[in-house]
C-alpha cells in the first residue's frame, strides 16, 4: 500500500531538485575538556535565575523580593503554558489525513490488496528462502551470489509484468537497475529514486530462532525468516506495487527507477557503489531518493501513546583510527627490570583519556534530533509536552538526560568505542610497541578531520600517533521542506493516518553514502511497524514482519 499509493502521486510532482555533492566539512575545533563546557551550559539558565534572585534579595527587602519573585515565576509559567498550548504541530492536519486515507479510490485499492494477502506473503516467504547472505569474509561468498541469481530467476517469474514493461540492466552481474520511464515527453522534472538490498547478514545463532530463518514460515499472522525487515520486505514490496499498477493500467507521468544491490551488508562496494558509478556515466541525477531506514516505532519516545514514522534525513559518518604507543628499548625488554612507564601503560592512559572526553553533544536548532522534538512535540503528554514545547529553556537540561543513556547519547553526538587493543606477546616481555583501534560514528555537526585534530588534543602525548586507517564523512543533511519529504508523509498518511511522523539521524550507514554524487535529498525509512522491544529482532534472532503491516508497505 505504501509503495501503491507513493508511485501515484509521487509521478504527478511538478519541480526538480538540483544536484548536490556533499563536500565532507573541514576541520572542527573544540575544547580540550567537552564534558566540562556541557555542564556548564547546562548550569548558565540556573545561574542566571540565581543571579536576578541574589540581586533582588540585596537591594530590596524580603517581602518586595517574594513579590518579584512570585511575579516572575508567574510570567514564566504563562510563557511556558502558552507555548505549550500553541505550539504550531507541523503533522498533516487530521482533517486531511481522514480525506487521505478515506479516498474511496484508495479504499478500494486496500481491499483489493488484501484480497490477494496469501499469495502475497507466500511470494515475501519465498524470497526468505533464498538465503543471500553476505559474509565479511570473500571467500564465503560464493554461494551467497548463487543465490542471487536465484532470487533473480524468482522476482522475474512473480513479477512479469514488470519485466516486460520497465527497462531492465544488471551491474555487477548480481544488483538490478529498473527504470520505468514517465509517459510525459518533455517533462523537465529529474526522476526519483527508490532503492532496497537483496542481501542478508548471517545467522550464527539459528539454534536461538523459534522458528528455521530460512524457512519463510508463515505462522499466526506473521512470516518468519532472516530477511523479513532487512530487506527483502522492501524489495519485494517496491515490486509488488509496481506489478499491481501496471497491471491496472497505471502509467507514470514521470520517470523513476528502481535499485536493488547485493552487498550492503558488507558495504556495498560491488552492487550501490557500481550502481552509483553507472548513473554518475549516465549522467542520471535525481530530485530525491528513499531507502531503508528507521521504523514506524512506538513506545521509542516517553510520553506519546502514538507510534512514530521515523525518517531519516542524514546518517552518522564513520571513522576507524589506530592508537599506537612506541617505548625506546630502554623500557622494554624482560619484565624483572621494569621502568617508570611501558607502552601499554601510555597507551591505556591515553586511551581513557578518549573515554572521559566525549565529544560535544549537539541538540542546537537545526540538528536532526532537536527537528524531531519540535516535529512532534504538541503530541506528548504532559509534564513532557512542556519540555518539548520549550526547548529554548530545557535544552541544556535535555541534553543531560540524552548523554546519560548509551542509545540516546549516539543520536547526539559523535561517540568512541575502544573495540581492539594489541598488547604484548609474552608474560615476561615489555613490549617496546602496542597498538589500538578506536571506532568512531560521526556526529553530521563534526568532520573526520574534526575528530582527529579533538583526539590529538585530548590525548596531548608525543608517545601516542593517531592515524586515521579508514573513514566516511557525514552524509549531507536532506530538507525536511522538500518534494520528496512532502510526498513520503503523504503517503505514510495514506496508508497509516494514526501514526505521526518526524525527521531524525541514522546512527548506522546505508548504501544511501554511494548516492550523494547523483542525489540531494536522501530520506532513509521503511515503514514497518515495531514496538521498541521488538527492534532486536534486527539483525538478531526471531527476525518476522506482521502480513498486515506487510501489506501496508
Request: net charge neutral; aromatic share 10%.
Amino acid at each position: 500500500l505504501f509503495f501503491f499509493f507513493f508511485f501515484k502521486h509521487e509521478t504527478m510532482c511538478k519541480h526538480a531538485l538540483c544536484d548536490h555533492k556533499g563536500d565532507p566539512k573541514g576541520i572542527n575545533l573544540y575544547p580540550k575538556v567537552s564534558g566540562i563546557r556541557s555542564y556548564v551550559h547546562a548550569l548558565l539558565p540556573v545561574s542566571s535565575v540565581l543571579v536576578v534572585v541574589a540581586s533582588l534579595i540585596y537591594y530590596t527587602s524580603f517581602l518586595k523580593f517574594f513579590l518579584y519573585f512570585f511575579v516572575l515565576l508567574l510570567l514564566l509559567s504563562s510563557i511556558l503554558l502558552w507555548n505549550s498550548f500553541n505550539f504550531q504541530s507541523k503533522q498533516l492536519d487530521e482533517k486531511e489525513k481522514k480525506k487521505l486515507s478515506e479516498n474511496p479510490e484508495n479504499v478500494k485499492l486496500k481491499e483489493r490488496i488484501r484480497e490477494k494477502s496469501k499469495e502475497i506473503a507466500n511470494r515475501l516467504s519465498l524470497a526468505i528462502q533464498i538465503p543471500t547472505i553476505s559474509y565479511d569474509e570473500p571467500e564465503k561468498n560464493e554461494l551467497g551470489r548463487e543465490n542471487l541469481l536465484k532470487l533473480h530467476k524468482l522476482l522475474e517469474d512473480s513479477f512479469p509484468l514488470l519485466h516486460k514493461n520497465l527497462e531492465k540492466k544488471i551491474i555487477n552481474k548480481y544488483s538490478l537497475i529498473f527504470k520505468w520511464k514517465g509517459n510525459e515527453e518533455g517533462n523537465r522534472n529529474l526522476p526519483f529514486l527508490l532503492t532496497a538490498h537483496m542481501d542478508v547478514v548471517p545467522v550464527p545463532d539459528a539454534h536461538l530462532w523459534k522458528e528455521d530463518p530460512f524457512q519463510g514460515i508463515i505462522k499466526d499472522g506473521e512470516i518468519w525468516g532472516r530477511g523479513a525487515i532487512d530487506d527483502k520486505h522492501a524489495v519485494m514490496g517496491i515490486m509488488e506495487s509496481v506489478e499491481g499498477l501496471i497491471s491496472q493500467g497505471f502509467k507514470p507521468k514521470r520517470t523513476l527507477y528502481l535499485a536493488f544491490g547485493h552487498d550492503e551488508e558488507i558495504s556495498g562496494n560491488e552492487g550501490a557503489k557500481s550502481i552509483a558509478k553507472y548513473f554518475e556515466e549516465q549522467k542520471i541525477q535525481f530530485s530525491w531518493m528513499l531507502d531503508e531506514g528507521l521504523f514506524v516505532l512506538k513506545g521509542i519516545l516517553p510520553g506519546i501513546k502514538s507510534a512514530v514514522a521515523m525518517i531519516c534525513v542524514t546518517e552518522k559518518g564513520s571513522l576507524t583510527s589506530e592508537f599506537t604507543s612506541t617505548v625506546s628499548e630502554e623500557l622494554a625488554g624482560h619484565s624483572s627490570i621494569p621502568g617508570t612507564t611501558s607502552a601499554i601503560g601510555i597507551l591505556c592512559s591515553a586511551l581513557l583519556k578518549m573515554e572521559k572526553n566525549p565529544m560535544p553533544t549537539y541538540l542546537e536548532k537545526g540538528t536532526s534530533v532537536r527537528s524531531m522534538f519540535e516535529w512532534v512535540a504538541p503530541h506528548f503528554d504532559f509534564p513532557f509536552k512542556l519540555i518539548f514545547t520549550n526547548l529554548w529553556l530545557f535544552t541544556p537540561l535535555l541534553k543531560l538526560i540524552l548523554v546519560s543513556k548509551k542509545t540516546t547519547a549516539s543520536t547526539v553526538r559523535t561517540t568512541t568505542a575502544i573495540t581492539v587493543i594489541q598488547g604484548g606477546s609474552k608474560v615476561n616481555v615489555l613490549p617496546r610497541e602496542v597498538k589500538a583501534m578506536v571506532n568512531h560514528r560521526i556526529h553530521p555537526n563534526d568532520s573526520v578531520k574534526g575528530v582527529l585534530h579533538y583526539s590529538n588534543q585530548i590525548v596531548n602525548d608525543d608517545r601516542v600517533v593517531i592515524r586515521e586507517v579508514n573513514s566516511i564523512p557525514p552524509a549531507p543533511v536532506s530538507s525536511t521542506e522538500s518534494e520528496g519529504f512532502d510526498n513520503i508523509i503523504t503517503t505514510i498518511a495514506q496508508v497509516m493516518p494514526e501514526v505521526l511522523v518526524a525527521p531524525t539521524i541514522m546512527v548506522g550507514n546505508t548504501d544511501t553514502r554511494h548516492y550523494w554524487g547523483v542525489c540531494k535529498d536522501i530520506y532513509r525509512f521503511s515503514p514497518t511497524r515495531l514496538h521498541s522491544s521488538e527492534t532486536s529482532m534486527f539483525h538478531g534472532v526471531n527476525e518476522r514482519i506482521k502480513i498486515d503491516n506487510y501489506l501496508e508497505i
